[in-house]
């Protein structure tokens, strides 16, 4: 994030704008870099994560660390084939794994839990 401040505020030649932080970055040394280069943040890390409906926000997922499952809000169990995925976003490097059902395709709530991604262009 500390890159994107950065360059934003070359792009606008002014510090005088505001950074919204996600739960991805919503970190004290992140909010210490907008702060060191005087630009106003504030964080909206809850309101990130939640699907269009909050009913199926990440936060009513439960897992069953026994059965390494999560049971989404519509009572299906989403499971995982166990593998470790790396994911690089820039100098950060984590490991992930993909937890999945094929209920989705076919679930009455499909439309209100899958987030519609929206791209920044850079």
């Not at 809850?46 to 990440?58: K, M, N, S, T, Y």
Request: glycine share 6%.
């Amino acid at each position: 994030m500390g890159a994107m401040v950065r360059r934003a505020k070359t792009i606008l030649g002014s510090s005088d704008f505001y950074a919204l932080y996600d739960k991805g970055y919503h970190t004290g040394s992140e909010f210490e870099y907008a702060f060191k280069h005087g630009v106003s943040y504030c964080s909206c890390a809850r309101c990130c994560l939640a699907r269009p409906d909050i009913a199926f926000d990440v936060e009513n997922f439960h897992y069953n660390k026994e059965r390494d499952a999560y049971t989404c809000p519509a009572g299906e169990q989403l499971k995982t084939n166990g593998s470790w995925y790396t994911k690089a976003h820039g100098k950060t490097i984590n490991k992930i794994k993909h937890y999945k059902t094929k209920a989705c395709l076919n679930c009455r709530f499909f439309a209100r839990c899958h987030l519609q991604q929206i791209r920044q262009i850079n």
